[in-house]
């Protein structure tokens, strides 16, 4: 499978820019002092310090790093390059290059050093992914509970009635409650044995039952009993 080569216009205008650029910045080094190979290779470094903030924009794009360093050496590659381009288009005596600009140019290998160390040398950056909220799970539905089922019924022994012999049972009914004789202590029996003696010799008559109970205090049954003991 054959590839289509396809001619870009702005591939086309990039190369002829860079080749201009690369030009007068070795025509500027060259009428600097920097004769021989030292002239060709001012350019490669201005144009990969250039490239090289340019990649570090690009990679911090999409991250919350700072970029202001990158910007920084990017603005100072450009610079180079702009500064050699209207230096050599007649502005500047190429044959009686000022000090200032011998010094700048001597100087450059350094300054490129340090800006390619600091932009290789940067600490990766961390892109930041919204995470997705977490999905709660949901709640599992309650399972119906079952009708509650009436308990089994047990068959329960049948109790047959006693046989009893009926002529025991008919005393039992019939039989009369026999009446209980309440027990006088003697102390009171003589204490109304008093009471009756002052009534008869104050009245002429012996003292009766309700009259023993009223005076003595105590019940019927009681008092038929102390009378009982009396007579």
């Given at each position: 499978?054959?590839?289509?080569?396809?001619?870009?216009?702005?591939?086309?205008?990039a190369?002829?820019?860079?080749?201009?650029?690369?030009?007068?910045?070795?025509?500027l080094?060259?009428?600097?002092?920097?004769?021989g190979?030292?002239?060709w290779?001012?350019?490669?470094?201005?144009?990969?310090?250039?490239?090289a903030a340019?990649?570090?924009?690009?990679?911090?794009?999409?991250?919350?790093s700072?970029?202001?360093?990158?910007?920084?050496?990017?603005?100072?590659?450009?610079a180079?390059?702009?500064?050699a381009?209207i230096?050599?288009?007649?502005?500047?005596?190429?044959?009686?290059?000022?000090?200032?600009?011998?010094?700048?140019?001597?100087?450059?290998?350094?300054?490129?050093?340090?800006?390619?160390?600091?932009?290789?040398?940067?600490?990766?950056?961390?892109?930041?992914?919204?995470?997705?909220?977490?999905?709660?799970?949901?709640?599992?539905?309650?399972?119906?509970?079952?009708?509650?089922?009436?308990?089994?019924?047990?068959?329960?022994p049948?109790?047959?009635?006693?046989?009893q012999?009926?002529?025991?049972?008919?005393?039992?009914?019939?039989?009369?409650?026999?009446?209980?004789?309440?027990s006088?202590?003697?102390?009171?029996?003589?204490?109304?044995?008093?009471?009756?003696?002052?009534?008869?010799?104050?009245?002429?008559?012996?003292?009766?039952?309700?009259?023993?109970?009223?005076?003595?205090?105590?019940p019927?049954?009681?008092?038929?009993?102390?009378?009982?003991?009396?007579?």
């Amino acid at each position: 499978m054959r590839s289509s080569f396809r001619l870009d216009a702005v591939l086309v205008q990039a190369v002829i820019a860079g080749a201009l650029s690369f030009s007068h910045l070795h025509d500027l080094a060259q009428a600097a002092g920097q004769n021989g190979w030292k002239a060709w290779a001012y350019p490669i470094s201005v144009d990969l310090l250039l490239v090289a903030a340019w990649h570090r924009l690009r990679t911090l794009r999409n991250t919350d790093s700072p970029r202001r360093a990158a910007w920084i050496w990017f603005a100072v590659a450009l610079a180079a390059s702009l500064g050699a381009n209207i230096a050599t288009a007649g502005l500047l005596d190429l044959a009686d290059v000022p000090a200032w600009l011998r010094i700048l140019v001597a100087g450059w290998p350094a300054l490129a050093f340090l800006g390619g160390t600091l932009l290789a040398h940067s600490p990766a950056p961390t892109v930041q992914h919204d995470e997705p909220a977490p999905v709660r799970d949901a709640a599992p539905e309650a399972e119906p509970e079952p009708p509650d089922r009436p308990a089994p019924v047990r068959d329960l022994p049948t109790l047959e009635p006693a046989h009893q012999d009926p002529d025991e049972i008919a005393p039992a009914a019939t039989a009369p409650a026999l009446p209980t004789v309440p027990s006088v202590p003697p102390a009171l029996v003589a204490h109304a044995r008093k009471l009756a003696d002052t009534h008869r010799v104050t009245t002429g008559h012996d003292i009766d039952t309700v009259t023993l109970r009223a005076r003595l205090g105590v019940p019927a049954p009681m008092a038929d009993a102390i009378a009982a003991q009396l007579a």
